[in-house]
């Protein structure tokens, strides 16, 4: 009598899961319906590794489908970081979309309908610390030439802030989009910590932020302030106040091991799946009834 119990709680149990998981999948599945690619072929990545976007171009026949389709793209982010960049890039062209553009958000739908199961996975935090990596892809816009700059900030190997983010003026140098990139990410990181603390949460070490470029770390390292820096002369003190204070530890990281350059360009298939992983994107540990492969 007991058998068939335990066999009927086993199937309810694993329909509950499957409901749940489900459900996060159902928004991305209603997005590839609305944009009727539910039965495109799955791309291996969100966008190709040569890929341009400029305003030219022949002009989209139906603005408010590419509109309603990048926006609730934008929202998915919020569960799917590896789209982040993509969908940055298609929503700089919602005023005046072409037909270029909304080829690259058919390649983002086709994407998603590869990792349509995928989504944002967190883990019981076995040593609490607060890293951040922020990346900038210098002069990355080929019209206004400015930077491309992402970051990412993690507490205790578990993301919790991201940004994929043009920069707001035009950067002379690497050094200088990298060291804003640097500011940004400095000033989240901040924010979490104060939020953290009145939580009653605060890891006890400092936090870390992680970053490529030498000259950049030198910068915020560095007590002396170089002339040709001052035109980064707020975010120079900014940074550089916190580390001096003790509530920013920087380091240099290679570039290989850059989690934040999937925030800032378009990236091969292997190592577009390899930072991925670090962010801990993956399907569920279960196949669910009907899912598209």
Not at 52 to 73: E, K, Q
Not at 77 to 87: E, M, N
Not at 244 to 254: H, W
Request: positive net charge.
């Amino acid at each position: 009598m007991g058998k068939p119990d335990i066999q009927k709680t086993e199937k309810t149990n694993s329909l509950e899961h499957d409901y749940k998981a489900s459900q996060k999948t159902k928004y991305a599945i209603d997005i590839l319906t609305r944009a009727k690619m539910l039965d495109a072929k799955p791309a291996p990545t969100p966008l190709s590794t040569n890929v341009s976007f400029v305003s030219a171009g022949t002009p989209f026949s139906d603005p408010t489908h590419y509109r309603s389709i990048v926006g609730a793209l934008q929202y998915l982010t919020i569960t799917r970081p590896d789209l982040s960049y993509a969908v940055n890039q298609v929503s700089q062209f919602l005023q005046a979309p072409t037909i270029d553009h909304f080829q690259e958000v058919k390649r983002i739908l086709r994407y998603l309908k590869g990792t349509v199961s995928y989504g944002l996975h967190y883990n019981r935090v076995q040593s609490p610390s607060i890293i951040g990596y922020s990346d900038a892809d210098w002069a990355r816009c080929l019209e206004t030439r400015r930077s491309t700059f992402g970051y990412s900030i993690f507490l205790g190997g578990n993301l919790i802030s991201w940004c994929a983010k043009k920069q707001a003026t035009v950067a002379r140098s690497s050094c200088e989009s990298e060291y804003r990139a640097m500011a940004h990410a400095a000033a989240e990181i901040i924010w979490l910590t104060h939020l953290l603390q009145e939580l009653r949460a605060l890891p006890p070490s400092r936090p870390t932020l992680l970053c490529d470029n030498q000259i950049a770390l030198f910068m915020t390292q560095n007590p002396i302030s170089h002339k040709r820096s001052k035109h980064i002369d707020l975010d120079y003190h900014f940074l550089r106040e916190l580390v001096l204070s003790g509530q920013l530890a920087t380091k240099y990281i290679p570039t290989k091991l850059q989690v934040a350059d999937i925030f800032t360009k378009s990236l091969p298939k292997s190592s577009f799946y390899q930072l991925r992983d670090q962010l801990n994107i993956r399907p569920p540990p279960f196949s669910l009834p009907g899912d598209i492969k």
